[in-house]
């Protein structure tokens, strides 16, 4: 898993250097016994690429979904769907869930970025996943010498995309848009 972590930091920060965007993707220090926000932060004034992304890897041969039981934790009394969610709205980041899909030796893996709402829908709908085919409808990132590309299209598909901070969000409604 780290490897796909440390792909998808070196694609963003590439992405940013080559644009001339202030932002900066890094990983978090991942510690075995203690929860973690997400896989990877990126920091920028810009709202769309203030992001939090939580990376899954996935044997596509051997599965035929991404299973909230399976390939997410239960840890400190809630499930890394809550935590991770509760997460992106107080920081008021834009959540990504980056999933690679191996094919096994000798075919090409594949990187799709899929919207933290859409997932976080099915999640509190009570379904149990995201099948690959549900994945894969989002476009899959660039891929040239083995490394994965980044652009800003693939970001703006998804920034904003099925918004979390909404009804029932704790928040108060401006008093000027009341009549």
Known sequence: MGDFEWALVSALNSFFEKDGI??????????RFSGQF?????????????????????????????????????????????????????????????????????????AHLVPWGQIFQRYNAGETG???????????LERKGGAYRISRLDIVRISGYFDLAGEGDGQEEDPATEE
């Open 38 to 110: 997400m896989d990877i932060l990126v920091d920028s004034k810009i709202p769309e690429y203030y992001l939090a992304i939580e990376c899954k890897s996935l044997d596509a041969r051997k599965t035929k979904s991404l299973y909230f039981k399976q390939h997410f934790s239960l840890a400190a009394g809630a499930h890394q769907m809550t935590r991770e969610t509760d997460f992106i709205t107080r920081s008021g980041r834009q959540g990504i869930l980056a999933v690679e899909l191996r094919y096994g030796a000798g075919k090409a893996r594949s």
């Open 130 to 140: 995201l099948s690959l085919r549900d994945i894969e409808i989002n476009p899959p």
């Open 22 to 31: 202030a932002a900066i993707a890094y990983r978090l220090k991942q510690s």
